[in-house]
């Protein structure tokens, strides 16, 4: 079998991991043939870090070096990369968020309709193990209230507001689990934090559901959980860490890797033309909603 030829945009955090992943779990299928970085020098460093070839610019990457492209860039070079590497009509998985504003989801959207190119959106957390058993499980069910916290240890001024960046994960699950198209929202955060350090949502969507999501991302300890109750009294926790996930407190699956079950997803739609877990429709509303509620965070 001929392996796909890949390449990141971005190894740094989140690509990193992923050349980590396709290294360890995929190296049968998969070719990593260079990584591009923001400047040349750091593309040089780290592929000397990697031992793996570099590209010294994004005009570089085209059909004949390239199968399909992981763009691991922050959210507002996504639509500028994702727009070039799909007029080359090279496959690419974007990291979320889908793009910076819904807008450039949309035009994204049309080019790789227009080209006939695939695209998958990172939402790591929906390839949760723990989170693919839930919506198993809540398959028969009406979700009445979800709530839930997640932390980072990341401090220092971020130019992406810290619901695009971190809270999106969550958002993202409720959307899979209820939607989220709310009646009512509420965004607020400690006088102690700026806004790219936290935020409180809270929301009622149409369809009743009670949802209280909090993020931090600071110098604090690691906390990422959620809790869910549907209409038959079950009360459902996930520890995104553990990726366990229980049901009134007898533990349904724990274990697995999110990231090997997201790059499972790019491959077989590559060579299948499989499906994504997460469609571009869905991706976009959640760009859509993350910026709804930052506009609330500075009313």
């Known amino acids: ?23 360890n779990n995929f190296v049968e299928e998969v070719k990593i ?21 570099y590209f010294e610019n994004l005009t570089d990457i085209n059909k004949r070096k390239v199968d399909a492209v992981i763009i691991s860039t922050p959210a507002e070079s996504h639509y500028e990369i994702a727009n070039y590497i799909l007029e080359k ?5 974007i990291e979320k968020p889908f793009a910076a504003k819904e807008e450039e989801c949309l035009l994204l959207m049309k080019k790789a309709l227009a080209q006939k190119t695939e695209i998958l959106i990172g939402h790591t957390e929906n ?11 809540l398959a028969n069910s009406r979700v009445l209230s979800i709530s839930g916290i997640r932390t980072s240890a990341n401090p220092g001024l971020k130019q992406t507001h810290i619901i695009s960046e971190l809270m999106i994960h969550d958002l993202a699950i409720v959307n899979s689990l209820a939607g989220i198209d709310f009646e009512t929202a509420e965004v607020s955060k400690s006088a102690n934090y700026r806004w790219d350090e ?14 209280r999501l909090e ?29 366990c996930l229980t049901k009134n407190d007898e533990v349904l699956c724990k274990g697995g890797d999110s990231l090997v079950n997201e790059l499972s997803d790019f491959i077989a739609m590559l060579r299948n033309k499989k499906t994504p877990l997460i469609s571009l429709e869905e991706a976009k509303e959640n760009v859509r909603l993350c910026k709804q509620l930052e506009s609330i965070s500075h009313i």
């Open 33 to 53: 043939v260079g990584i591009l970085n923001s400047t040349l020098s750091s593309s040089i460093s780290k592929a000397k870090e990697l031992g793996v070839p």
């Open 89 to 93: 009509r090279i496959p690419c998985l």
């Open 215 to 243: 993020a931090i991302r600071a110098d604090v300890p690691i906390e990422r959980r959620m809790r869910i109750i549907d209409d038959k009294n079950n009360i459902y926790k996930i520890d995104f860490q553990e990726r």
């Open 198 to 211: 936290h935020a409180v949502v809270q929301m009622r969507l149409w369809n009743k559901t009670i949802v």
């Open 127 to 137: 390839y949760n193990p723990a989170v693919i058993r839930l919506k198993e499980e």
């Open 1 to 23: 079998m001929k392996k796909i030829r890949v390449a990141i945009i971005g190894c740094k955090n989140m690509g990193s991991k992923h050349f980590k992943c396709l290294r």
